[in-house]
């Protein structure tokens, strides 16, 4: 009779290291007490989803904030759904979010102890756990064809029971190691599943760092832990890379709750402590009033790239994402004046559970307070490389003249309440456009907007003179004053009451005189400060600005 011993030495003939080995070659990490080790652990199936970010920004800040590690695991072992150039891409993009890792996985090879990073290199340390299950009776091979699992299903769904591989559906779970070293010899295909012990009619209870103790069903399917191409599948790669990662504390997606009993299971199988979890809530969306989940198909926020495109700034969509993740993270800011990350403490226990809403004008007002937080100097640093990537037309005007951009982002910022006009770097060039000289021209061409109230004649004589007499500098005030000087001889009350108090008398108060100026510098009726419009164009573009405006 074989023994499961006999079995697992037929099966894995070349395997020599054992579960020993690898504890000595993977040490536990040596951190002081509260320190978590996390992960981020994406598959390459395509673009970075911004619902891994959010996942991926809990477990950057929960080592951060308990001095522990983040580290990255390229989980590929689905070689089939594997995009090539996906992984790079996508630590490109946990990089330009400032989560980047400092040990794992990386393109151009891995950086760390506790390696490969890449799951499909760890056949060999993945080897050694199944051998070690096979040989205590916890795992066995199975023969069952894709015809033969349907099989299977199709009689459960006529007795009207649970559907899966498990007890006495489990075919090949009772065949004897004789058989099953005949059949392997015989050439017939085979995958290895884990025996569970485990039975659905039970329920068992487990703790999660954010919903507190889940009492679930006990998963009893004998899944399968060693696919035909001989890498794991996600069960039993978790299990093992994170045990000899040493990971504290997997945070992962709440569509992984129902698969833990199995994990625990499967740590229990090899006498493991297993990690902390925290599952986190799903981004939803609300659309027409329904609350769904953000579609990779239907929603283009749905992607990370599409905040790089539109121009919103790292740090807006940051930390936009953690006040999705604590609910008093907005609060926090306002409190203490400011709109960073550092210094807030995280926690699982302010999460909200109830799906977390995707709301792009949250994410605006995020953004606005996060670029007013810029000193000029990375503001300037952010939109130009922005530019480059994504805004040809924006990086032509910067190009034109750098410092004369530089002066034109840096309008009301340095100041106690600075503007908030902008939420993505993609809303510059609208605003800023006038400031060149073809774009104003393209204005003109459609006409300018003055108030019909005047007429031309009066509009130009009144726009000549102050193009030829206002005080151009040297301060707001006194910039003011002669411009109200020059309107008040144009009939023009300096005084809002006087005018007020007899509008006939007047051509108009101070607001109409300066929304025929800022017409006519600008092409609109609204803009920034006229007095650093005025600053930054300089006297000779004011100048024909405001005597040419008419022709
Ligand atoms: N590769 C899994 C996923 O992308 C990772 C889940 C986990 O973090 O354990 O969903």
Redesign the pocket.
């Known amino acids: 009779m074989v023994s499961d011993k006999e079995l697992a030495e037929f099966l894995f003939p070349e395997v020599k290291e054992t579960i020993e080995d690898l504890e000595r070659r993977f040490p536990p990490r040596k951190l002081p007490e509260g320190a978590e080790v996390t992960r981020f652990?994406?598959?390459p199936t395509g673009f970075l989803h911004t619902g891994s970010l959010f996942t991926d920004m809990i477990a950057y800040y929960v080592a951060k904030q308990s001095g522990g590690v983040y580290f990255f695991r390229l989980?590929d072992t689905d070689t089939k759904r594997t995009i090539p150039g996906a992984a790079g891409e996508l630590i490109d993009q946990l990089f330009t979010f400032g989560l980047g890792h400092k040990e794992g996985y990386f393109v151009d090879g891995d950086k760390g102890d506790y390696g490969p990073y890449q799951q499909s290199k760890r056949a060999d340390i993945y080897k050694v756990g199944i051998k070690y299950l096979v040989s205590i009776g916890r795992a066995y091979p199975d023969f069952c064809s894709s015809e033969d699992l349907e099989k299977i299903r199709k009689a459960q769904e006529e007795s009207k029971v649970i559907p899966g591989y498990y007890g006495i559906y489990a075919r090949d779970r009772n065949l004897s190691n004789d058989e099953r070293v005949e059949r392997i010899k015989k050439g017939e295909p085979w995958v290895i599943r884990f025996k569970s012990l485990s039975d659905h009619d039970r329920k068992m209870t487990f703790h999660d760092e954010i919903r507190g103790d889940l009492e679930i069903q006990e998963n009893d399917i004998d899944v399968v832990i060693y696919k035909s191409d001989g890498l794991p599948t996600?069960h039993f790669a978790?299990v093992m890379d994170d045990h000899f990662m040493r990971t504290t504390l997997?945070s992962?997606?709440e569509e992984?709750i129902p698969s833990t009993p199995t994990h625990l299971e499967l740590f229990s199988a090899f006498g493991w402590q297993p990690p902390k979890y925290a599952h986190l809530p799903v981004i939803m969306k609300l659309d027409h009033g329904n609350k769904r989940k953000l579609s990779k198909r239907k929603d283009p926020e749905a992607a990370v790239s599409y905040f790089l495109r539109q121009g919103y700034p790292v740090e807006g969509v940051k930390l936009y994402l953690m006040s999705i993740a604590n609910s008093n993270f907005e609060e926090w800011c306002i409190e203490n004046k400011k709109y960073i990350l550092d210094g807030f403490k995280f926690s699982f226990d302010k999460m909200s559970l109830d799906g977390a809403l995707f709301d792009l004008d949250k994410l605006a007002y995020f953004s606005k307070e996060a670029i007013a937080g810029m000193d000029i100097e990375s503001f300037y640093g952010q939109v130009a490389s922005y530019a480059k990537l994504y805004d040809p037309e924006l990086e032509a005007k910067i190009e034109l003249d750098p410092a004369y951009f530089k002066k034109i982002l840096n309008i009301e910022r340095d100041r106690p309440n600075p503007r908030k006009d902008y939420a993505k770097y993609g809303d510059i060039l609208p605003l800023v456009a006038f400031f060149y000289d073809d774009e104003y021209a393209r204005k003109k061409e459609a006409g300018l907007p003055f108030d019909p109230a005047f007429d031309r004649d009066f509009i130009k004589e009144f726009l000549n003179d102050i193009a030829d007499n206002m005080a151009y500098g040297p301060d707001e005030a006194t910039w003011w004053n002669s411009v109200k000087e020059i309107a008040s001889r144009h009939g023009f009350a300096t005084v809002n009451r006087e005018y007020k108090a007899n509008p006939s008398a007047f051509k108009g108060n101070m607001a109409a005189a300066s929304s025929l100026m800022r017409v006519a510098l600008t092409g609109s009726k609204d803009s920034p400060s006229m007095y650093e419009i005025i600053s930054i164009m300089g006297k000779d573009r004011v100048h024909l600005r405001l005597q040419k405006a008419l022709d």
Request: hydrophobic share 30%.
């Open positions: 652990a994406p598959s989980e996600y978790h997997v992962r997606g992984w």
